[in-house]
């Protein structure tokens, strides 16, 4: 960014037995695939001439298809036909069609089966499908593009639709003469067709790759072009879309794609790329090789219209899909639970270049209330899964891309990059990309070369961290002469680990950081263990948090470490990690939450953008499990955040200048919306005046570093007036970055009539179903938006289902955003009621860990519902 065989693959330790897989008996070596879409009929017509090696006598080949219409079939070898009209079958659940010949190929011969079909140029964001995008007069405009991951290069033509089957392809797209025709390689050759108008384009034969990366795209194009690097680099957009505002992601790929070449040691082996602007694309974006397709907002950045979050988002988008270029694209993992391999890769390389390029960004501080929170968030379910994750039809991949493929697989590539040091883990990178290329590989062939390259037994230590759900809890209990005793066991966010769910020991890196320096040597590698400390006056696990555990200290280590941090004797992403930790200990019963609100307010002199993200982040964690309780608790909690961020926002201001750093404008920008949404009410009154005279033409009067800030205070304070206005103003806005964040911003009007009309954009057409999970984030920010998101979902769930296929990704995602803001045991037994009788495949594990979420919140409650309100009193914030 997801067929049986008999036996199991006992060297490399997976087990294939149970997947669904086609019949090795033919192998596809090159495919000549012809299409031509229809924009009138929303069809498209195609030929695929696969050559095949015969791997064994043969008188049946099965392949996938998926809405397609088999229209003919024919099998050759030697240039002669061995049947031209094969009995055809087609399995529905395992989406595989069979041709059954009368006449038999033998083993060791080559044979071409050709294969005309026609189908659906469909609305559904995967396959070959449609794309629509507004034209400058008002009308509407229409791209043919394609989205084959994981498993949907079926929709677009017959083919061995699994990542190990790699073959050669050649692309000949066929198209109105005035329209432009995009694969993954150059074009060869573009003849024009007699009497129709149009033209065959044929694109040169592309290297060996797995189906899900082939792409095509068909339509009315703008493109902008660089020769900085050794093979043309351009970006396309369809009209409508100011194409200048791909410069910036035109000029750093040029560069990325350079700088990934000296540090894979591998050129870029096509003889272009090409990177577009979808203008509906279900996911952020897609690696294709040679032609990487985006989200409009995720490739397009106009600088003077989106903040500094957007541009760092862009930057990490474009140098994660160019990574893939190489991890993934040139070695590809041999079935999709080696994912991660992919994903987790591609996720680290984005950050380790993108430091190299803007390291006044400090990525890496970010990285650790970012990634590595993500991972832990959804590790810390009792229905996470595994980073190598066991998946057996087509319908399970889809809901492996999360954050344990992508955050948590980056951060165990983190964890033993800093082990063994950059070098020698890019070393080992390089020898594993030198021997696997144009090939497939499992996670075991990545740890041989790291073991190679290092010199240490990689595989021992990591396969602990790939193959099991978890991660543990380091509880520190301080001994007699300089000693500490750690021990560890599997952390739930439920606080209730069972001893079978207890079994794994890990080997944990434990970065001991002291006044002497950090020392990277020591692994706790049992249950329980005993170390030495230079002295107990300062120490603290896990330096820098590249480690991926939490660590629970004493109450009075805590404030030891609190008042350390105020000494400069930690790292920013220390101080970060520590918040974070003691945040997610407080929710699963390891301390108080009154412990952790008493540290967050001792970090009154901080003065870093990331840690006071994590900060706010922990209150607002704190505000969401207790959103359903006691009005003067919320208040007193939000009476909290305001008194912790209202006079630092004061003092920095919500001007924004040149002079400003990257950083110091998200700095800005956080502190004027965690202010102004808490209640400060000279932010809300300068929020409401922006936004007055934004709406009336003054396109000056709001930064865009807050534009989604300004947005939301508004509607929260205000009514059907400022609601109109920003209705209105996502209306008639050109651009995506706007048009999104008012998207958002709708949620946080509480008055009933303006959340039913929140409610129904999602149905009305005005928001494309790429964007429709959009106006549910300020719902989920009061009671009143929770319940009726739920109770909207309860009443349109048929709906949902047609216009989001449960085989696709987004289905997940809303069911999640719909149930995970509940915390009370009614609330789950409503949700349990609710799907107790509904098919939940394609979307069973997004219910689960949203059942698992609202379970730890009502744990968590329980727990310390008397404990935070004791708090909130005692601290006066409350009467």
Known sequence: MCRTHATADVASGVNVQSRELLPTNVIPRHYHVTLEPNFTKFTFEGTVKIDLDVAEDSKSISLHTLELDVHSAKLSTGGQTVCSSPKVSYNESTQVTTLDFTNAVSKGSKAQLEIKFTGQLNDKMAGFYRSTYKNDDGSTGVLAVSQMEPTDARRSFPCFDEP??????????????????????????????????????????????????????VGELNYIETKDFRVPVRVYAPPGQNIEHGRFSLNLAAKTLEFYEKVFGIDFPLPKMDQIAIPDFAQGAMENWGLVTYRVVDLLLDEKASGAATKERVAEVV??????????????????????????FATWASWYSCNVFYPEWKVWETYVVDNLQRALSLDSLRSSHPIEVPVKRADEINQIFDAISYSKGSCVLRMISTSLGEDTFLEGVRRYLKKHAYGNTQTGDLWASLAEASGRNVEEVMQVWTKNIGFPVVTVSEKDNNTIELKQNRFLRTGDTKPDEDQVIYPVFLGLRTKDGVDDSQTLDKRQDTFKIPSTDFFKLNANHTGLYRTAYSSERLVKLGEAAKQGLLSVEDRAG????????ATSGYQKTSEVLSLLKEFNTEDQFVVWSEIIGRVASVQGAWVFEDKAVRDGLEAFLRELVSERAHQIGWEFSEKDGHIEQQFKAMLFGSAGVSGDEVIIKAAQDMFKRYMAGDKSAIHPNIRGSVFSMALKHGGKEEYDA??????TSTNSDERNTALRSFGRAK???????TLDMLFSGEVK???????????????EGIEALYKW?????????????????????????????????EQLE??????????????????????????????????????????????????
């Open 164 to 217: 190990s089957l790699k073959a050669e392809f050649t692309v000949t797209l066929i198209a109105d003469k005035k329209l432009t025709c995009l694969s993954n390689m150059d074009v060869a050759s573009e003849t024009e067709l007699q009497g129709d108008g149009k033209k065959a384009v044929t694109f040169n034969k592309s290297p060996p790759m797995s189906t899900y990366l082939v792409a095509f795209v």
């Open 319 to 344: 140098q994660h899909e160019l990574a893939h270029q190489w991890f993934g694209n040139l070695v590809t993992m041999d079935w999709w639970d080696g994912l991660w391999l992919n994903e987790g």
């Open 578 to 585: 520590l918040i974070a930790d003691a945040g997610a200990l």
């Open 726 to 731: 920003l209705l209105n103003f996502y209306r």
């Open 751 to 757: 008055d009933p009539e303006l959340i039913k009309r």
């Open 769 to 783: 179903d790429q964007d429709i999970y959009m106006p549910t984030t300020g719902l989920r920010s009061h009671p």
């Open 793 to 825: 979902m309860t009443e349109n769930w048929d709906a949902l289902v047609k216009k989001l296929p449960p085989a696709l990704s987004m289905l997940g995602t809303m069911v999640t955003i719909f149930t995970s803001s509940f915390t009370k045991k």
């Open 830 to 879: 409503q949700v349990e009621k609710f799907f107790s009788d509904k098919n939940k495949s394609g979307f069973d594990q997004s219910l689960a860990q949203s059942l698992d979420a609202i379970r730890s919140k009502i744990a968590w409650i329980e727990r310390d519902r008397e404990d935070v309100a004791a708090w909130v009193k005692k601290n006066n914030y409350s009467s």
